[in-house]
């Protein structure tokens, strides 16, 4: 008996398909922007060698990790900011041992995404000193169906730069032996023939 899942994209044709795409970057209702691209399917060893070449071995990373490496993903992204508008803290003018006036003033910014201090300093020239510069970054990194790997952050400042995506395809089960239904070839008992048609039949099958 004979069962047909539904057609399947080919690894020859998905990576072709991979190597011509570019990065696609969509806008979400909430501002946040999700970058995709499709993914490679590859080999253990193709994956092995690509993981190597980054500085990973794949043997201690699935020891550590316990369990089998199907996926890699190297996702580049960078820090943007526009423009912010610090707050002045204090605004301080003094004059210095030699008697030349000096002004000092230090300014803070600070929301969801970005935080930083920045003191400057007049005299002869202008000295601007940042510190304490913080951008908390969350990505979310997940796959489709039709192996798209895409990269989301709510971060505005955070710009995802490009994504190059490997993934072990499962292996397709040939064989099965239960409950089956659609079309294939039937053999009839009482009529002690076999035909074609669509039904449920147990037994095994053979999946193509």
């Not at 922007?33 to 399917?41: D, I, M, P």
């Not at 990373?61 to 316990?66: C, I, M, R, S, T």
């Not at 041992?97 to 930083?116: C, H, M, Q, V």
């Amino acid at each position: 008996m004979k069962s047909c899942e539904g057609q399947r994209i080919s690894k020859y044709e998905q990576n072709i398909t991979a190597y011509q795409d570019s990065l696609r970057t969509y806008k979400l209702k909430d501002s946040s922007s999700v970058a995709a691209k499709r993914a490679f399917l590859v080999s253990q060893s193709e994956l092995q060698s690509k993981l190597k070449q980054q500085g990973l071995r794949i043997s201690e990373l699935q020891k550590k990790l316990q369990s089998k490496v199907t996926m890699a993903s190297n996702i580049k992204t960078e820090v943007f900011i526009p423009e912010i508008k610090p707050v002045m803290v204090h605004d301080t003018v003094y004059n210095t041992i030699e008697g030349k006036p000096t002004r000092e003033a230090a300014f803070k910014f600070n929301d969801s995404y970005l935080s930083l201090d920045a003191d400057v300093k007049v005299a002869d020239s202008v000295n601007l000193t940042l510190s304490n510069i913080k951008v908390p970054v969350d990505i979310t990194v997940g796959q489709t169906k039709d192996n798209q790997i895409f990269v989301t952050s709510k971060n505005p400042y955070l710009k995802v730069q490009s994504v190059e995506s490997m993934i072990i395809p499962p292996k397709k089960k040939r064989w099965g032996f239960g409950i089956n239904i659609g079309p294939g070839l039937y053999y009839s008992p009482f009529d002690k023939r076999f035909d074609l048609g669509i039904g449920a039949q147990f037994g095994i099958s053979y999946n193509f």
